[in-house]
């Protein structure tokens, strides 16, 4: 189980975040909902453990993954190489595997470079689930995509978490994806941000 | 008037033959082959030289110091400009050192490293390692800062070895920084080396260089410092500039 208990984020003298509490269980999705510029970012960064200036407590589980909103790879290792040198105890084996669990295992050895922004994305999804994490951190995974790019990685990303069952949380601007994607969305507002909605997952055939 | 079409790579080697056809024309309204020989009347004393033993013992004696100069100004450097670099603390404290030592002459510093530490070869080769430090901590620095956050973020955030995370992410991210420092430091070490050699050694190129001075014997100081040249030359052909191609292979040509 992933808790999230933040009490207060300042930078200097500006307080960026407060009391925002939730807990994510394995297998369930939680959005973050808000405009830009609001400390989506800021909460993501404390949740990641990429940030630990903060007030409060955060309980986290041990295999963690993150998809930036940036593909973030290293540029000058091959796409197999990006998965592989992350997830050290993962074989080239099961690394191709993640690869074509994406659909672009025949690009296993090119430079990231090589790839369009769409297949970089593709490597990045791959990197993050090929490690099997216990929690998944998405930072507006779907922003700047054409639609219909969008719409593609939005059904892989969804496959790839009802395979893998992590618990996930994800921040966007856009309530399209948090209503596709989430069961339980939270919405930050304010100054200092804090959540101000909280809804479940209304339509579920 | 337009240019003839010349291969791209024809053009430095015509830029040397004309360099070639100053020397001789130089040479040639000098008339005096004590002051200026021709290039040809090099060959033979260069052939002397090497077949004695002393042309090769000489280069090898520099190029032991270049490289020991090189590889600690290298290290030091780049670890100086890494902390500076990634803790602005640091870098606040430490950066007026660096101006200073970046305007020291290399002169000084020779001169307070053989009157301190002695006429030796510990004082040569920290006289020229200090001399290229400030260099390369400044290049490094930059590199240091041009980092970019988000790698340094996912690889925190997946668990990545420290190990892995130098030698997969650190170290590519400053390559075109090392290898900047690099280049613009073996031309620079080797320069120095060669005073320093002149100052207070009793080997190496610079000491043959400040011998035939005394001798006023061009030829060979020519001969000397060709010869060196020479050597550098093939180390930024055949070593250092291969290593560049390879590690840039990855960006698109």
């Known amino acids: ?205 | 008037m337009k240019w003839p079409h010349l291969s791209p790579a024809a053009i430095p080697l015509l830029s040397l033959l004309a360099l070639l056809g100053l020397w001789i024309g130089a040479a040639a309204l000098t008339g005096d082959a004590e002051i200026l020989p021709m290039p040809g009347a090099l060959l033979e004393p260069f052939w002397r030289e090497l077949t004695s033993g002393a042309l090769p013992y000489h280069l090898a004696h520099t190029g032991l110091r270049v490289l020991w100069a090189f590889a600690l100004a290298m290290t030091i450097g780049t670890v100086l400009g890494l902390v500076m670099g990634s803790y602005p603390a640091v870098d606040r404290w430490l950066d007026p050192w660096l101006v200073v030592f970046l305007n020291l002459p290399a002169l000084v510093l020779i001169v307070l490293c053989y009157l301190w530490i002695g006429l030796n070869e510990t004082a040569a080769i920290i006289a020229v390692t200090l001399n290229k430090i400030p260099n390369v901590t400044t290049i490094l620095r930059e590199g240091a800062r041009a980092r970019d956050p988000n790698l340094r973020a996912m690889a925190q955030v997946f668990g990545m070895r420290r190990v892995t995370y130098l030698r997969h992410v650190l170290i590519p991210q400053l390559a075109p920084f090392i290898a900047g420092a690099a280049r613009s430091g073996i031309a620079v070490i080797w320069k120095i080396v060669l005073v320093v050699e002149f100052l207070g050694r009793s080997n190496g190129v610079g000491f043959q260089i400040h011998l035939y001075f005394q001798l006023f014997n061009v030829a060979l100081v020519l001969v000397y410092s060709l010869s060196f040249i020479a050597v550098m030359l093939l180390v930024e052909w055949l070593l250092l500039q291969p290593i560049e191609r390879h590690v840039r292979r990855w960006r698109a040509p």
């Open chain 1, 1 to 205: 189980m992933i808790r999230v208990d933040i009490r207060r984020k300042a930078f200097g003298e500006t307080e960026i975040l407060r009391d925002i509490s939730f807990t994510v269980a394995p297998g369930s999705t939680v959005a973050i909902l808000g405009a830009s510029g609001i400390g989506k970012s800021t909460l993501l960064n404390l949740v990641a453990g990429i940030d630990t200036d903060f007030t409060g407590q955060i309980t986290r589980t041990e295999r963690i993954a993150i998809v930036f909103q940036e593909p973030v790879l290293l540029p000058w290792r091959s796409v197999l190489q990006n998965i592989t040198l992350v997830h050290e105890g993962l074989g080239a084996g099961a690394a191709l595997d993640a690869l074509a669990r994406v659909g672009i295992v025949d690009k296993a050895a090119l430079f990231p470079g090589q790839l369009s922004l769409g297949q970089q994305r593709r490597v990045a999804l791959a990197r993050a689930f090929a490690g099997q994490p216990q929690l998944l951190i998405m930072d507006e995974p779907f922003a700047s995509l054409d639609p219909a790019t969008a719409d593609d990685m939005l059904l892989l990303t969804e496959r790839l978490i009802a395979e893998t069952g992590p618990a996930t949380i994800f921040v966007t601007h856009a309530r399209r994806e948090a209503e596709r994607l989430a069961d339980q969305i939270y919405e930050l507002g304010g100054s200092p941000a804090t959540i101000v909605t909280s809804q479940p997952r209304k339509e579920t055939p």
